[in-house]
C-alpha cells in the first residue's frame, strides 16, 4: 500500500468518523454484537464453553467484525480438595480465539491436607466453518479445533510437614510437567427446541486435566476422550444443562474417571456471566488419600466479558 | 404385539399432528403478531445501535410487511408480498451486530406482549436464517 493510498484511507476513515457514519460501536471494547448467551462461557481450562467442554463457540461477545474477551474465577468445592481456577480468553473476529488460565487443586483434609499443585494452560481455537446461531435451517454444526498448551507447576507443601520432598508430579508417576490436548468441537444451537448440543473428542494424556501432570508408570500414551454437552435455553438469560467428560489412567497413585456437572448459567447481560453447578470429577488420588469416594461438590464461577 | 405398535404409531401421530398446529396460532394469532410488530417499532426506535438505519423508513408500510412476512413464515393466513430480504437491504450498511440487535429487540417485544420464551425461540429460528441475506459485511 502506498502512502498516498494509506493516507487517502486514514482520510476517509477520520471523514467517516466525523459525519457520524454508522460504523457500529466500533470502540476499543468491540461491538458486543453477538445474541446473549451465544458466547458461552470460560470453562475450567480457559477455553470458551461451558464448564468443563469447550465448545466450538468463539469466546466473548464480539461479532464477526470485531473482538471480545470473557475472564472468570471458577472455585469447585470437592469433597477433599478445593479446585480454583482464573483466567482470560479473547475471541478475534469471531474466528480465533486464544486464551490463558491458571488451575489449583489443593488438599482441604487427610494426608494431603494443604498440599496444593497447579498449572498454567495457554489455549488456540480456531473455527473451521459452521454457524451454530444463524444455520437454523441446516443441521450443520460450527465446528472447531484447538490445542491445550499445559504446563504444571508442580507441588506445594502449605502445611506442616505433610510430604516436604515433593515437589514435581513425576515424582507421583507422571512422565511430564508439559504436554498439549488436542480437540475438535462441534456445536449446533436447535433455537426452535431451545436446545445446545455440544460433542468434543479430545486426544490428551492428562491426569486430572494435567494438574497431576502426562502420562504416567501404569500407561503413558494418549488416547481420545469424548466429552458432550447438552443445555436447554430456559429464558432469555438463563441456560441449564449438563456436562460429561471421559477420562483416562495413567498414574497409579490416581484412579482417573470420567467427569460431569449439571448447571445453571445466567447471563443478565453481555458482561456478566455466573455458573452455579454440581461438579463431580469421580475420585482423585484415591491411593494417597484412602478416600475412595467421588469428589464432588458446589462449582461457581463468576465471569466479566464484553 | 402388532396392535400395541400400531397404537403407539397413532399415538405418536396425534401427538405431532397437535404440535402441528401452526406458530401463528400458538403465538396467539393476527392481535398478538401485530401487538408484538407495533411494540418492535417503539423498541428498535429507541435503540440507539440501530435506529438510524430506520430514519427514511415509512413505518405503516414496515409494519405491514413486518407483520405478513412473520405471519408466512409462522404459517398463519398471509402472504408475504414484500421484495426479497437480499433487495430489500441490498442499500443498507447491516453488520451482525445490527441483526442481533434488532433481533435482541424482537425477543423484548415479544416478552412484553406477552408472548412465551419458547415460542419466540421458535420465531427467531424461522428469521434467523436471513442474516445470509440481510448482513453486508
Known amino acids: 500500500m502506498g502512502c498516498c493510498e494509506r493516507l487517502s484511507s486514514i482520510l476517509l476513515g477520520a471523514a467517516m468518523l466525523a459525519c457520524g457514519a454508522p460504523a457500529l460501536a466500533e470502540s476499543w471494547f468491540g461491538d458486543q454484537g453477538k445474541l446473549l448467551l451465544t458466547a458461552g462461557f470460560s470453562t475450567v481450562e480457559g477455553a470458551g464453553g461451558g464448564g468443563l467442554t469447550p465448545w466450538a463457540l468463539i469466546t466473548g ?36 480465539e486464544l486464551s490463558f488460565s491458571r488451575q489449583q487443586l489443593e488438599g482441604t483434609d487427610g494426608p494431603l491436607d494443604r498440599i496444593s499443585v497447579s498449572q498454567e494452560v495457554i489455549g488456540a481455537k480456531l473455527r473451521i466453518f459452521g454457524d451454530a446461531v444463524y444455520a437454523q435451517d441446516s443441521w450443520a454444526p460450527q465446528v ?4 491445550l498448551v499445559k504446563h504444571n507447576r508442580g507441588i506445594r507443601d502449605g502445611g506442616r510437614s505433610g ?5 514435581s508430579v513425576t515424582q507421583l508417576g507422571a512422565s511430564d510437567e508439559d504436554d498439549i490436548d488436542y480437540y475438535a468441537s462441534a456445536t449446533k444451537i436447535w433455537l426452535a427446541q431451545g436446545l445446545l448440543v455440544n460433542a468434543t473428542v479430545r486426544y490428551t494424556r492428562a491426569n486430572q486435566f494435567g ?21 436447554y435455553l430456559l429464558q432469555r438469560k438463563i441456560a441449564i444443562g449438563v456436562e460429561y467428560r471421559t477420562r483416562d489412567r495413567h498414574l497409579g497413585v490416581d484412579d482417573e474417571s470420567a ?5 445453571v448459567a445466567w447471563t443478565p447481560n453481555r458482561h456478566i456471566s455466573i455458573l452455579a453447578a454440581y461438579a463431580n470429577l469421580g475420585s482423585i488420588a484415591a491411593p494417597l ?18 | 404385539m402388532k396392535l400395541r405398535v400400531t397404537t403407539c404409531a397413532m399415538l405418536l401421530l396425534c401427538i405431532s399432528a397437535h404440535a402441528e398446529e401452526p406458530l401463528f396460532f400458538r403465538i396467539g394469532g393476527e392481535a398478538k403478531l401485530k401487538a408484538a ?12 445501535r440501530i ?3 430506520f430514519a427514511q423508513t415509512e413505518l405503516t408500510r414496515f409494519k405491514h410487511l413486518l407483520y405478513t412476512q412473520l405471519c408466512e413464515l409462522a404459517g398463519g393466513p398471509c402472504i408475504y408480498d414484500g421484495r426479497d430480504m437480499r433487495t430489500a437491504h441490498a442499500k443498507l450498511p447491516i453488520a451482525n451486530a445490527h441483526f442481533n440487535a434488532l433481533t435482541e429487540d424482537l425477543y423484548i417485544a415479544f416478552d412484553r406482549v406477552g408472548v412465551s420464551y419458547a415460542l419466540q425461540n421458535q420465531m427467531i429460528a424461522l428469521l434467523a436464517p436471513m442474516q445470509r441475506d440481510i448482513v453486508k459485511r
Open chain 1, 163 to 167: 510430604a516436604p520432598d515433593l515437589v
Open chain 1, 211 to 231: 494438574l497431576l501432570g502426562f502420562g504416567g508408570d501404569r500407561d503413558d500414551d494418549a488416547t481420545i476422550q469424548g466429552e458432550a454437552t447438552l443445555a
Open chain 2, 37 to 48: 410488530v407495533d411494540e418492535l417499532v417503539v423498541v428498535m426506535l429507541a435503540d440507539e
Open chain 2, 51 to 53: 435506529n438510524f438505519v
Open chain 1, 144 to 147: 472447531a479445533i484447538g490445542a
Open chain 1, 259 to 263: 467427569a460431569w456437572d449439571a448447571f
Open chain 1, 289 to 306: 488419600t484412602g478416600q475412595t469416594a467421588d469428589q464432588a461438590g458446589a462449582y461457581l464461577s463468576a465471569q466479566l466479558g464484553f
Open chain 1, 61 to 96: 461477545y464480539g461479532s464477526r467484525d470485531s473482538w471480545g474477551a470473557n475472564t472468570y474465577v471458577t472455585g469447585i468445592g470437592l469433597r477433599d480438595f478445593d479446585f480454583s481456577a482464573v483466567g482470560v480468553g479473547i475471541g478475534i473476529r469471531d474466528r480465533v
